[in-house]
């Protein structure tokens, strides 16, 4: 029986994997190259359900249902695969979403041939198509207020904002999110936990935060238009921006070439603050800034940057790969935890809970009056370094392996540790340096070098897939019954 620490701090551990055969040959005679890039899980289920997610590759949107108690047995059942059989589409981005009269799951996709194809989960039916962007779809999501609201980013520089009740059958486009915000093809739109805000990146390397106007109720012909974001910069990320998300009021973002996903904030921005009666920056007040911000528009001796870096996590191996996406598990009464997977196969987590438990106690340990003869508390995931037996050329008698260990015992009882052990846990948890990316916390190496494409967590934590090349989907599991507490 663990205790209930061991248990909350838990990382996910690899449970099983398979690929999807055969779906080069629904392509066309052009493209011979299988690949999952997007997995969503149904974020509508009960919490003690047999959570279910879709697997999205260029032909096919492959619908699975993961089963706790599976024992030894593939917990992954295929449940429905529904084909795209336009000839000229491709898919590369899924949402879930709700049909607004009976509640049915829906699934929204989108690809190369610029629509959002939308199915019924329960039956397979075509639900809706929407058309109006003038390029591919390349990422989809869902309001975290409404599930009948959902927005899309294109190649044609736009986010389009789309409601499916059938008030706005006619024109289901409410709002257009373009002009001055991007100048080339976008690869990630992300909502704001309230609603009431989005992020946008894409190719050009600028991430954008727009404000969600008053949406209209009754039937509209025109969609409103919001020309400039309330915040625009270029200067956090050197190349292709490709996956961008809120954690609370802070920011996400990760681009090709950098090698770390990027924590930062938007100085002054304050999501309980009112927007609608500030207006946007133009780019024709300072065209050669690269930041522009409506919540701090002037630099000044008390806040210098109009955003501030705070954290990077070190993603290795990932070179000019693009088209790969972070998942963040971040609800009520759990750790928040950071999924991401290389382009060599290698699957990696943070617990940003650990960062702040680390903080406490490298403060405690570290004290001035601290008690010496009562030991600072060791939390279950940090292990100090033991290290290894190494042979004496000199013939001297050295001490063994459990007469050593006892000593860096007794050294941990009064809260004396290594330099080697310091340095290790530093590279991992410490915090004081925003520019030195964190290491991860756990890395989990697939049989095959899968180039990850997306990981999607579902709605209680306790699973994480993983999608990428050769159409792999890996499937983590945590808090089974054979999951350990040893998560180094």
């Not at 919490?47 to 706790?68: E, G, M, T, W, Y």
């Not at 917990?75 to 049909?99: F, H, N, Y």
């Not at 727009?210 to 209209?216: A, D, F, G, K, V």
């Not at 033991?386 to 000593?407: C, F, H, N, Q």
Request: aromatic share 10%; hydrophobic share 35%.
């Amino acid at each position: 029986m663990h205790a209930p620490e061991d248990v909350a701090f838990q990382l996910p551990r690899l449970r099983a994997s398979f690929g999807l055969e055969n779906d080069t040959k629904y392509l066309g005679t052009d493209d011979s190259v299988a690949e999952f890039f997007d997995v969503k899980f149904c974020p509508f289920q009960p919490l003690d359900a047999d959570p279910v997610f879709a697997a999205i590759s260029k032909k096919h949107v492959v619908l699975c249902r993961l089963n706790q108690n599976s024992g030894e047995n593939n917990p992954c059942q295929v449940i429905k695969i529904l084909r795209d059989g336009d000839e000229g589409s491709s898919l590369c981005c899924c949402t879930w979403a709700k049909e607004p009269v009976s509640g049915n799951p829906l699934i929204c996709v989108g690809g190369v041939d610029a629509k959002i194809k939308i199915y019924d989960v329960t039956d397979g039916t075509l639900f809706n198509t929407l058309v109006g962007h003038g390029g591919d779809v390349n990422d989809l999501a869902t309001s975290p207020i409404d599930p009948r609201i959902i927005v899309s980013a294109s190649d044609d520089t736009s986010i389009r904002l789309w409601s499916l009740y059938p008030t706005h059958k006619e024109q289901p486009c409410l709002c257009i999110f373009a002009g001055n915000g991007h100048s080339w093809s976008l690869l990630s739109v992300a909502f704001h936990r309230t609603g009431r805000f989005l992020l946008s990146a894409g190719h050009d390397q600028v991430i954008n935060l727009w404000s969600i106007p008053t949406l209209p109720t009754s039937p509209t012909k025109v969609p409103l238009q919001v020309h400039y974001p309330h915040f625009s910069t270029s200067a956090v990320h050197g190349g292709i921006v490709d996956c961008v998300a809120f954690y609370g009021d802070h920011i996400l973002s990760r681009a090709c070439h950098d090698n770390v996903i990027v924590l930062w904030r938007i100085e002054g921005f304050s999501s309980d603050d009112p927007v609608e009666e500030t207006p946007p920056p133009t780019s024709y007040e300072d065209p050669a800034s690269f930041t522009r911000s409506a919540f701090i528009t002037s630099k000044t001796a008390d806040c210098p940057s109009q955003y501030t870096r705070l954290l990077e996590f070190h993603t290795p191996k990932c070179g000019p790969q693009f088209f790969m996406r972070f998942s963040l598990f971040h609800v009520p009464d759990h750790n928040p935890v950071l999924a991401f997977c290389n382009a060599s196969g290698n699957v990696l987590f943070w617990d940003f809970k650990r960062l702040e438990i680390y903080a406490d106690f490298m403060s405690d340990l570290e004290s001035p009056e601290r008690d010496l003869s009562k030991p600072v508390h060791l939390p279950s995931w940090l292990k100090p370094v033991i290290p290894r037996r190494r042979a004496d050329p000199t013939g001297k008698i050295r001490l063994k392996t459990s007469e050593r260990d006892a000593v860096v015992l007794e050294h941990m009882e009064k809260g004396i540790y290594s330099a080697e052990t310091l340095e290790a846990w530093t590279a991992r948890y410490s915090i004081e340096d925003p520019h030195e990316p964190l290491k991860a916390h756990r890395s989990e190496a697939s049989s095959t070098s899968v180039v990850g494409r997306q990981a999607s967590w579902s709605p209680g934590g306790d699973w994480c897939i993983v999608v990428g090349s050769s159409n792999t989907i890996l499937i983590f599991q945590r808090w089974s019954k054979k999951t350990t507490a040893d998560d180094e």
